[in-house]
Nanobody, 123 residues
């Protein structure tokens, strides 16, 4: 197992951009699927995006498609967030699960979770 650590959150104006990072020992090995989730007070946790490192398959929720991009290098997994909206404000979490040979999904269980990083979109 690996313990993810998120970074890159902060305060940004609507229309602005942030780049979140998810790092951890061995996190970018090709037998992991990495997911990004977010949660606001009083709301259920929402899946945002995921990447299957081994085959490069990515997925985005409808609410962020076209604005967010997930990627990875040898050091970390990233979530580039562009054209941010107030509704994107949340604590963003990175999580891992084993790669099972068929890309990635958000509506499945993830094993290891980071502590989260706060994103606030406000003018």
């Amino acid at each position: 197992q690996v313990q993810p650590v998120e970074s890159g959150g902060g305060l940004v104006q609507p229309g602005g951009s942030l780049r979140l990072s998810c790092a951890g020992s061995g996190l970018t090995k090709d037998y992991y699927v990495i997911g990004w989730f977010r949660q606001s007070p009083g709301k259920q946790r929402e899946g945002v995006s995921c990447i299957s490192i081994g085959d490069g398959i990515t997925y985005y929720s409808d609410s962020v498609k076209g604005r967010f991009t997930i990627s990875n290098d040898n050091a970390a997994v990233y979530l580039q967030m562009n054209n941010l909206k107030p509704g994107d404000s949340a604590v963003y979490y990175c999580a891992t699960r084993p790669y099972e040979g068929y890309g990635c999904r958000l509506d499945v269980a993830y094993s290891n979770w980071g502590q989260g990083t706060q994103v606030t979109v406000s003018s």
